[in-house]
């Protein structure tokens, strides 16, 4: 216990969080079983440490840190670990990678039964179904998704700013009044770019190649995120990456599932399957028309977040698809997005219309019920937003 005390203080003293994630003040921290998912790079564990730094400091036993990539919970579950730390006044234990420990979810249903007054905080993977595959966290474990670099956030960490987060209806209503606290300051346009092509994954502040070490990343989504956790065999490893590299090669457009099945030699329902897979580890989005969900087809498919687009194919970049893509990634978190009637369009929370669509464009006729995120642009005007400012969400 001792080393996993040293190594929790060492981490703690060495923690650099550049900046405060929003989701450290969206957590009830009261709860006593917290899930925090997210996509392999976003800064999870970084995460779980900035919170023991806050709130316990380096010193205080009450709190640990402990990865289940550690070997010795290879022979010891997390249950026995758990009562052994609760008896030496442990009150808060921070697990990192739990799905890397098998029967997890049986052994956080023990912890929460034998240990009243323990509080367990744990990370996993986007592709893990907290709820929906692990039934006995049922009505325990309150769960939380963790975000990579909003534009904000990005924004913030190079300029020195602290510009608070706004909600969708906000920078409807009101995205001049606050585009006029923002551009005194700085010129948001000046940083896009950056974040468009390497902002999304806080692994951009080390002293590495980003490209590949996002590349790196996403091999590791497909390879452990979606096979260990789905338990797929690794023979079909390569069907799952070539399916994806096909996806990305396609941009964002309504996927052909047959073409697709016989491209990399499996069925219809395969392929659709591997597509929710691939959607689950955040490497894609799925967009479906209203009232459509899984398995139907969807109504387009595109890369999570523009950094993936400048990973996988640099030399075939269309600015209407990055765009898109940015809009698209910035609003999944908070609102549901299904696809408009007309391209570029998208209907958001099943009420409202907006189109992406370049400011340089002097040919384009505004409708009034139809919000414009317009790129290319600083500033906008009554039903004609800025994008960047989507950047703002959170």
């Given at each position: 216990?001792?080393?996993?005390?040293?190594?929790?203080?060492?981490?703690?003293?060495?923690?650099?969080?550049?900046?405060?994630?929003?989701?450290?003040?969206?957590?009830?921290?009261?709860?006593?079983?917290?899930?925090?998912?997210?996509?392999?790079?976003?800064?999870?564990?970084?995460?779980?440490?900035?919170?023991?730094?806050?709130?316990?400091?380096?010193?205080?036993?009450?709190?640990?840190?402990?990865?289940?990539?550690?070997?010795?919970?290879?022979?010891?579950?997390?249950?026995?670990?758990?009562?052994?730390?609760?008896?030496?006044?442990?009150?808060?234990?921070?697990?990192?990678?739990?799905?890397?420990?098998?029967?997890?979810?049986?052994?956080?249903?023990?912890?929460?039964?034998?240990?009243?007054?323990?509080?367990?905080?744990?990370?996993?993977?986007?592709?893990?179904?907290?709820?929906?595959?692990?039934?006995?966290?049922?009505?325990?474990?309150?769960s939380y998704n963790l975000s990579g670099f909003s534009f904000r956030e990005f924004l913030n960490l190079r300029t020195g700013n602290s510009f608070p987060a706004f909600t969708l209806q906000e920078i409807i209503h009101n995205h001049e009044h606050i585009a006029k606290q923002i551009l005194?300051?700085?010129?948001?346009?000046?940083?896009?770019?950056?974040?468009?092509?390497?902002?999304?994954?806080?692994?951009?502040?080390?002293?590495?190649?980003?490209?590949?070490?996002?590349?790196?990343?996403?091999?590791m989504m497909t390879e452990v995120d979606i096979l260990l956790i789905k338990q797929i065999e690794l023979k079909y490893l390569t069907k799952i990456k070539k399916l994806f590299y096909q996806l990305a090669l396609e941009g964002p457009r309504s996927p052909n599932i047959s073409s697709l099945a016989k491209d990399i030699s499996a069925s219809r329902a395969t392929v659709m399957n591997y597509i929710k897979y691939l959607a689950d580890a955040r490497l894609i989005n799925i967009i479906y028309p209203i009232g459509q969900e899984f398995p139907k087809k969807p109504a387009k498919v595109m890369l999570n977040n523009t950094n993936l687009i400048y990973a996988i194919y640099p030399i075939q970049l269309e600015r209407q698809d990055l765009m898109e893509t940015f809009f698209v990634n910035t609003l999944w978190r908070c609102h549901v997005i299904n696809e408009g009637n007309k391209p570029g369009v998208y209907l958001i929370d099943g009420t409202t219309k907006f189109r992406v669509c370049d400011a340089e464009n002097k040919k384009m006729r505004f409708s009034p019920d139809t919000i414009y995120a317009r790129y290319n642009t600083e500033i906008g005007k009554d039903n004609r937003i800025p994008l960047w400012l989507f950047g703002f969400l959170y």
């Open positions: 216990m001792d080393a996993f005390y040293r190594t929790h203080t060492y981490l703690v003293e060495h923690t650099y969080a550049p900046v405060r994630r929003i989701l450290m003040d969206e957590i009830n921290w009261d709860d006593r079983m917290i899930g925090i998912k997210g996509t392999r790079g976003v800064g999870k564990t970084t995460f779980l440490l900035q919170y023991a730094k806050e709130h316990f400091g380096t010193t205080d036993r009450g709190c640990l840190y402990i990865n289940m990539n550690n070997f010795y919970f290879q022979g010891r579950g997390i249950a026995d670990f758990a009562g052994e730390f609760y008896r030496r006044g442990g009150r808060v234990l921070l697990i990192d990678q739990v799905f890397k420990q098998p029967n997890w979810s049986s052994e956080l249903r023990r912890c929460y039964d034998y240990y009243p007054k323990l509080k367990i905080v744990f990370t996993g993977s986007s592709v893990m179904r907290l709820k929906d595959e692990n039934p006995e966290l049922n009505g325990i474990v309150k005194p300051k700085v010129s948001p346009l000046k940083y896009f770019q950056d974040y468009i092509h390497h902002g999304f994954y806080p692994f951009f502040l080390e002293n590495r190649n980003f490209s590949e070490n996002l590349l790196k990343t996403m091999n």
